[in-house]
């Protein structure tokens, strides 16, 4: 997996991080939240436990041979994450929301939004550190668990599915801390390159030029202007279905 570059945004969230969360001994006992389509739970809910999920890193789509697997990284941010599930309802999809834990402290009502469209949770650990796999243990640990605590607090008690390492930088440690917490490790096939803000056409070809690589797609929902992502997913989305492609989550 090619890291990500033009990350500065997050060297202003790099502080956030709270203490070094130890690693949990042993695997916990996991009860399955597919669909993820009920209520918020009350702030106050106890999250169910978990059991270990695969480390191996995931791409495939469990919607099947012809299904994508529409993947947004980066936020939760209250201008654009709404605007983009505007765009995923308005066309029937589900996704899977890769959030950055200090933006899902700051807007718990957003997570809320996304949880109650029975969209998918993702742990992008505290800072977006894309050099993380060259850290110690403790701190990937740090990265990964805080965050996976502040996505969950603010979702009312709904637990990360999935962990994506920022620019892809995972280690063995780093995918079976993830998966021992019921997170398995959450690659991507095609990488729109909205990020860099090409424009909406170039995003919208890219993504139909490396269809072939596999299902799993990625944009961003924060980190910036976010208005080129919202125009190329409307086009791409209704584009996708005329080309008899399904929608699915990525493999658990």
């Known amino acids: 997996m090619a890291r990500h570059a033009g990350r500065g945004w997050y060297a202003r969230v790099i ?17 399955a939240q597919a669909g993820q389509n009920a209520p918020a739970a009350p702030a106050h809910h106890t999250a169910p436990k978990t059991v270990a999920v695969s480390p191996v890193i995931a791409h495939s789509s469990d919607g099947g041979a012809h299904a994508v697997n529409i993947t947004i990284d980066d936020g939760p941010d209250p201008t654009w994450t709404p605007q ?5 309802r308005e066309n029937g999809v589900k ?3 890769c959030m950055i834990g200090p933006e899902a402290q700051a807007h718990p009502d957003v997570v809320k939004q996304v949880v109650a469209a029975g969209h998918r949770l993702c742990d992008h650990t505290v800072s977006h550190d894309t050099a993380m796999d060259h850290k110690s243990e403790s701190y990937q640990s740090q990265q990964i668990l805080d965050a996976e605590r502040q996505i969950t607090e603010a979702s009312g008690g ?3 599915m999935y962990y994506r390492a920022p620019g892809g930088a995972f280690t063995p440690y780093s995918r079976k801390l993830a998966a021992s917490h019921g997170m398995r490790p959450l690659g991507w096939n095609v990488d729109s390159k909205d990020f860099e803000r090409p424009g909406t056409d170039a995003i919208v070809a890219t993504v139909r030029s490396e ?5 799993t797609l990625l944009f961003h929902d924060a980190g910036g202007d976010r208005s080129q992502t919202v125009a190329a997913l409307r086009t791409l989305l209704p584009w996708l279905k005329q080309q008899g492609y399904g929608f699915g989550f990525p493999v658990r």
């Open 15 to 31: 502080g956030a991080a709270v203490g070094v969360t130890a690693v949990a001994a042993g695997a916990s006992v996991w009860t």
């Open 211 to 215: 269809l072939t690589n596999g299902p």
């Open 95 to 97: 996704a899977t929301f």
């Open 158 to 160: 709904v637990r990360p």
């Open 84 to 88: 983009v599930l505007q765009v995923l």
